[in-house]
């Protein structure tokens, strides 16, 4: 019984922490809380939906589709919003603002579009076959959740770590006024950055609605309110800590789910991250902040 909630929590938390990377990469360069990021979320299902629905055309194309969708609406949220306010140099609290203004809008439209009510993938769409190992049922949308969602995570460690584009992130994400004096192109990085955390959310839309098998146009709310809270629990701006904060919240809610009830599923997942704070203020990987005279 343990072992077979450990796989659902799992697959749960990689969902988690994927939205949450996405997340945690806008402000940790950007520095701008995006309360627009579960709309994009929600959006980025949507798309995949229309591609494999009226398009015809196969999950993995509609996958695709839902990255370069939700990143360019990302990128778009950057370049109409963000960047006029930046260039004012508007508070954060009026960046943030900003964001909850575009998410309702989103919300709204899709509503519009697409009605309130819930869709749903087709059925067959993936191969609906179990796989028992030791009395352990692993069903293919979950080993495809953590194929996917740990292979984007692996690919962005690389890009950040291991490359010239992140070595550039990470210096504007440290400061922009020193890396714009270093030549890098700052708005551009912005952009970029806007644009990966969006596919990434986009991505992770796709694998909760195959996963709850569920879309609507308010299906980002509780999924930006976990992002959220991961990030926090993680540590503002800390990849590390997105990963292993979206594992938590995952854990805890799917053990809380088998063990207690769905009605404490929340309360326990959100009381764990509360107690952790308590403990640990700045999250797991953050840096504590200095108080200036």
Not at 138 to 164: D, F, H, N, P, Q
């Amino acid at each position: 019984m343990l072992a077979q909630q450990l796989i659902n929590a799992i697959s749960l938390g990689c969902v988690f922490a994927l939205f949450a990377l996405g997340f945690t990469l806008i402000f940790g360069v950007l520095r701008v809380v995006n309360l627009a990021h579960g709309a994009v979320f929600m959006a980025g299902a949507y798309v995949a939906l229309v591609t494999i629905v009226d398009l015809g055309l196969p999950l993995w194309a509609g996958m695709g589709a839902a990255f370069l969708a939700a990143g360019l609406l990302g990128a778009g949220i950057d370049w109409l919003i963000l960047r006029p306010l930046r260039q004012r140099d508007a508070p954060e609290l009026i960046l943030m603002v900003a964001t909850i203004g575009v998410a309702t809008i989103l919300a709204n439209g899709v509503r519009i579009l697409f009605g309130p009510d819930n869709l749903r993938f087709p059925q067959g769409l993936l191969p609906e076959d179990v796989i028992a190992v030791a009395g352990i049922r692993v069903t293919v949308i979950e080993i495809l959740i953590i194929l996917v969602s740990v292979s984007l995570m692996v690919l962005l460690m690389y890009a950040i770590k291991g490359t010239r584009y992140g070595r550039a992130l990470r210096a504007v994400a440290e400061s922009p006024r020193a890396a714009r004096l270093m030549g890098i192109h700052v708005e551009r990085m912005f952009f970029s950055t806007s644009f990966l955390a969006g596919g990434l959310g986009g991505m992770a839309g796709v694998l909760i609605g195959l996963y709850s098998n569920a879309l609507y146009p308010l299906m980002g709310e509780p999924m930006l309110l976990a992002g959220v809270a991961v990030v926090i629990l993680g540590g503002m701006g800390s990849i590390p800590g997105a990963l292993i904060g979206g594992l938590f919240l995952g854990f805890s809610q799917v053990l809380s789910v088998a063990y207690i009830g769905s009605s404490a599923r929340d309360a326990i997942a959100f009381g764990l991250l509360f107690a952790v704070l308590l403990l640990r203020p700045q999250g797991l990987f953050g840096t504590a902040a200095q108080r200036k005279a």
